[in-house]
C-alpha cells in the first residue's frame, strides 16, 4: 500500500482511555477515509475528508472524531473507548483515478 | 441497506476453476472499485472502473453503467487467490462497500 502509512498497528486500550489513529499520504490526494471492520458487518464509513480542513460524518460517526489541519494527514480519535470499538480500523486515500488503503489499526478495548 | 450487494457471499472452487463475483448497486457513480483483502492483511486496490472492462492478469473486470452492475473474473484460478473480494461504489464523496466475498480455492 504505497503512499500510505496507517499508525499505530496494534493497540489495547481500557474503557475510558483516548487515542489517536493516524493516516498519512503523500500523494497529494483530496479524499481520505476512515473505516471499522467488523466480522459479518463488512467495511463501514466513520468519518472522511473531502480536503483540508473539511470532515464529514459517515455511517457510524459516534465515538469518533476526526480532522484534517493538513492535507496529507487525516486523524481519528477515541476520546473515551468503550468495548464497542474493538475492531480493525482501515484508512483510505483515493483520487479520481486511484485508491489505496493503510495496513489496518487493530485495536482491543478491553 | 446496503447501497451495494456482491454475491456470492462465500466461494469455494478447485484450482484451475473460472470464477465470478458479481456486485449491483443502486445509485450513479463515478467509479467503481474491485478490492482484495488476505486474510489478516490490508486492503489492495484491484481495478477501479468508470466503464467497459479492464484485464490485469488472470483479472478481468467489467462494468455495465446501465445495469449497475459489475463483474470481477478470475481466469484459471490458483490457491494464492484466496481472499476476500470487495466491491466498492464511489459516489464522488463517498464509498460505499458490498459485504465482500470470500474466495477459498482448493487444489
Known amino acids: 500500500n504505497a503512499g500510505v502509512t496507517q499508525t499505530p498497528k496494534f493497540r489495547v486500550l481500557k474503557t475510558g482511555q483516548s487515542m489517536t489513529l493516524l493516516c498519512a499520504q503523500d500523494?497529494?490526494?483530496?479524499?481520505m477515509y476512515w473505516y471499522r471492520q467488523d466480522p459479518g458487518m463488512g467495511l463501514r464509513l466513520i468519518h472522511y475528508?473531502?480536503?483540508?480542513?473539511?470532515?464529514a460524518k459517515g455511517e457510524v460517526p459516534d465515538g469518533y472524531n476526526v480532522s484534517r489541519l493538513k492535507k496529507q494527514n487525516f486523524l481519528l480519535g477515541l476520546e473515551s473507548a468503550a468495548p464497542s470499538q474493538t475492531s480493525v480500523y482501515f484508512c483510505a486515500s483515493v483520487s479520481y483515478t486511484e485508491a489505496f488503503f493503510g495496513q489496518g489499526t487493530r485495536l482491543t478495548v478491553v | 441497506k446496503n447501497e451495494v450487494e456482491q454475491s456470492p457471499q462465500n466461494l469455494t472452487a478447485q484450482e484451475g476453476e473460472f470464477i465470478t463475483i458479481n456486485c449491483s448497486y443502486s445509485?450513479?457513480?463515478?467509479?467503481l472499485h474491485w478490492l482484495q483483502q488476505h486474510p489478516g492483511g490490508g486492503i489492495v486496490s484491484l481495478f477501479m472502473l468508470s466503464s467497459g472492462k479492464k484485464k490485469h492478469g488472470r483479472l478481468i473486470a467489467t462494468i455495465n453503467i446501465q445495469e449497475k452492475h459489475s463483474s470481477l473474473h478470475i481466469t484459471a484460478s490458483h490457491p494464492r487467490d484466496s481472499a476476500v473480494y470487495i466491491c466498492a461504489m464511489n459516489t464522488g464523496n463517498q464509498f460505499y462497500f458490498g459485504t465482500g466475498t470470500s474466495l477459498t480455492v482448493i487444489p
Open positions: 475528508s473531502v480536503g483540508e480542513g473539511t470532515t
Open positions: 500523494m497529494n490526494h483530496e479524499y
Open positions: 445509485v450513479g457513480i463515478s467509479a
